[in-house]
């Protein structure tokens, strides 16, 4: 893999499945064990989701931007989509008691238990949710932390 | 792989044999459409096993919600079956496996029907 690579993606369900499949690629061949792959495909795959169903709510003029980048100590995903921007405050807590048993609202949750480092930006243009897994045997791999 | 799904019947209990995905789009659709139906014919008694299933999302831990949740409202039950490593992993992170009724022989699950 070059040190940064990007994709445009269309704001369909297909994107979804090739954000996955791009992660699952990209963390094997960087060398990730596969506990780790998997965790790295599928918080990818849950970005993806909330960009092309809650960002760009499908809009066929909206595109999802996926990057990926190879540091020393990281691997850094970023995905960005064009819509009106998520709103911080009104995502659930999952694992309360009277969201349990909700059909929805675990992605972000997800992607912040698989990845040691989970930004997420709102803006009024789109959001943009940085994905950071620690290459382990780096000195960055012993931190933790989360947003 | 996509999601399969075949039903059978074993002692008055529907077993549902799952394999593939359970994820966004055709596997969840498919797994709703599957419980609906089963519950409009009046199979209240529902096994998933979900022993074939490689991979499920945040939308498919959202159809196994949906579909013991709507089992339940209709005064039937709905246990799951055969959990893989990952899917058990992902019901212990979201605090789901204690609300199922997860069983790991399939005759302790027929049995387990009240």
Request: with cysteine; glycine share 8%; net charge negative.
């Amino acid at each position: 893999m070059e040190q940064t690579v990007s994709y445009t993606l269309d704001s369909t369900l297909e994107t979804v499945d090739h954000a996955e499949e791009k992660a699952t690629r990209i963390a094997t061949e960087l060398g990730f064990p596969e506990d780790e792959v998997m965790q790295i495909s599928m918080a990818v795959r849950e970005g993806a989701v909330n960009a092309v169903l809650h960002g760009n709510a499908y809009a066929p003029d909206k595109k999802v931007t996926l990057a990926f980048e190879r540091t020393p100590e990281d691997l850094v995903i970023t995905i960005r989509d064009q819509g009106k921007g998520i709103d911080l405050s009104c995502i659930p807590n999952p694992l309360a008691p009277e969201n349990l048993l909700k059909t929805s609202g675990r992605g972000i949750f997800l992607m912040r238990s698989f990845m040691d480092v989970v930004e997420i930006r709102p803006s009024k243009t789109g959001t943009e949710i940085k994905l950071i897994k620690h290459v382990r045997g780096t000195p960055a791999a012993g931190k933790e932390g989360s947003q | 792989m996509s999601m399969k799904l075949s039903t059978r019947q074993v002692d008055g209990v529907t077993i549902v044999d799952c394999s593939g995905r359970i994820t966004l789009g055709e596997g969840s659709v498919m797994m709703r459409d599957t419980v609906r139906d089963l519950l409009a014919k009046g199979n209240k008694k529902i096994v998933l096993n979900l022993g074939e299933v490689n991979y499920i999302d945040s939308s498919g831990i959202g159809e196994l919600v949906s579909a013991f949740t709507t089992t339940k409202n209709q005064g039937g039950e709905l246990k799951l079956l055969h959990l893989t490593k990952k899917v058990h992993d992902l019901l212990q992170i979201t605090k789901l496996y204690t609300v199922f009724d997860v069983k790991e022989d399939e005759t302790a699950a027929v049995k387990g029907f009240k």
